[in-house]
């Protein structure tokens, strides 16, 4: 392992722990749920609250496809510096999905959110989405590079 990997690893990790404890705590506090936002909507851009509630659930769903998608390309960075090269896409989408599920799981637990496994699926789809996307615009770059093509 070089010492450019060891560096990488030791600044990752708290970031990754971070990212983690960031879900956990948004699962856990009321704050986060959509509810408190619907509100600040209504009373800074005077919304309705139909139309209130309809952005928070799109711009929720649109930051979880993301947020996930982000996570997974993270790990994979993550993974590729300890040296596993091999299954490193399968591995980041892998540990996302696990994150995505734990938070779900949380979720259920508590009072005021609920957990679902529709949730678990759209953070599921960012990271392969993202990861899908990642392959093929590294693809295309070494495909330009082997046959010398500009275009």
Not at 43 to 68: C, E, N, S
């Amino acid at each position: 392992m070089t010492k450019r990997n060891i560096c990488g690893i030791i600044l990752m990790t708290p970031m990754l722990a971070g990212l983690v404890w960031l879900v956990v705590q948004t699962s856990n506090h009321l704050e986060w749920g959509g509810g408190y936002w619907e509100q600040w909507l209504m009373d800074h851009w005077r919304m309705t609250p139909a139309d209130a509630q309809q952005a928070v659930f799109y711009i929720r769903k649109i930051g979880h496809f993301l947020f996930y998608g982000i996570l997974s390309l993270l790990f994979q960075l993550y993974f590729r510096l300890w040296g596993l090269n091999r299954m490193v896409p399968l591995l980041g989408v892998l540990a996302a999905v696990a994150v995505a599920a734990y938070d779900e799981y949380l979720q259920s637990l508590t009072s005021f959110r609920s957990g679902q496994v529709s949730d678990v699926l759209l953070d599921a789809s960012g990271a392969i989405g993202l990861t899908l996307g990642m392959i093929w615009i590294t693809c295309k770059g070494k495909r330009k590079r082997v046959t010398g093509s500009r275009f």
